[in-house]
Antibody
Framework: EVQLVESGGGLIQPGGSLRLSCAAS????????MSWVRQAPGKGLEWVSI???????YYADSVKGRFTMSRDNSKNTVYLQMNNLRAEDTAVYYC???????????WGQGTLVTVSS | QSALTQPASVSGSPGQSITISCTGT?????????VSWYLQHPGKAPKLMIY???NRPSGVSNRFSGSKSGNTASLTISGLQAEDEADYYC??????????FGGGTKVTVL
């Protein structure tokens, strides 16, 4: 059974750093493209980052230079390192397998990141 | 990276059909057959309803169908039911190897 479990969210002060983890089971993360998607309170879905099976990563303009997505094949886990956090980064962060192709449809339960002093 | 354009809300009576549009550019929706649609109920993770423009995952009702013409993709829900009331989001692959979502559409069953 395919499962994605996010962790690492919490309350952090502006300017701080946080690392989110997304542990996968039931499939090998390195064989699929994986994404992080966030949803601010009461707002819509916003794509954050993607890592392709070949290892290339891409980011939304709103997080470029501050967030880094990576993958540990030995742990079958993807990560989102978030630095220089801002109030506007407050959201539930979801990891997802694929997004728009036949491999899509698997999301984690989300982890809440709150950036506030 | 401009968001895809969706109507903020669409409503219909039970049994009716409704269509949600998702307008992008030739660099995203119009350039690739990598458009998907998600349904989201409050407080829940999104659920995939359509992938690659018009394909339904196993288990999704055939009342849901997707299509694309030019830079606009569409999701049609036929035989509208109370359980279809939710927020719907489209997304697309882009020429920059990124992903873009629509702003979301709230579907109300009258």
């Amino acid at each position: 059974e395919v499962q994605l479990v996010e962790s690492g969210g919490g309350l952090i002060q502006p300017g701080g750093s946080l690392r989110l983890s997304c542990a996968a089971s039931g499939f090998t993360v390195s064989s699929y493209y994986m994404s992080w998607v966030r949803q601010a309170p009461g707002k819509g879905l916003e794509w954050v980052s993607i890592i392709y099976s070949g290892g290339s990563t891409y980011y939304a303009d709103s997080v470029k230079g501050r967030f880094t997505m990576s993958r540990d094949n030995s742990k079958n886990t993807v990560y989102l390192q978030m630095n220089n956090l801002r109030a506007e980064d407050t959201a539930v962060y979801y990891c997802a397998r694929a997004l728009y192709s036949s491999d899509a449809g698997f999301w984690g339960q989300g982890t809440l990141v709150t950036v506030s002093s | 990276q401009s968001a895809l354009t969706q109507p903020a809300s669409v409503s219909g009576s039970p049994g009716q059909s409704i269509t949600i549009s998702c307008t992008g550019t030739s660099s995203d929706v119009g350039g690739y057959d990598y458009v998907s649609w998600y349904l989201q109920h409050p407080g829940k993770a999104p659920k995939l309803m359509i992938y690659e423009v018009s394909n339904r995952p196993s288990g999704v009702s055939n009342r849901f169908s997707g299509s694309k013409s030019g830079n606009t993709a569409s999701l049609t829900i036929s035989g509208l039911q109370a359980e279809d009331e939710a927020d719907y989001y489209c997304n697309s692959h882009t020429s920059g190897s990124t992903v873009v979502f629509g702003g979301g559409t709230k579907v109300t069953v009258l």
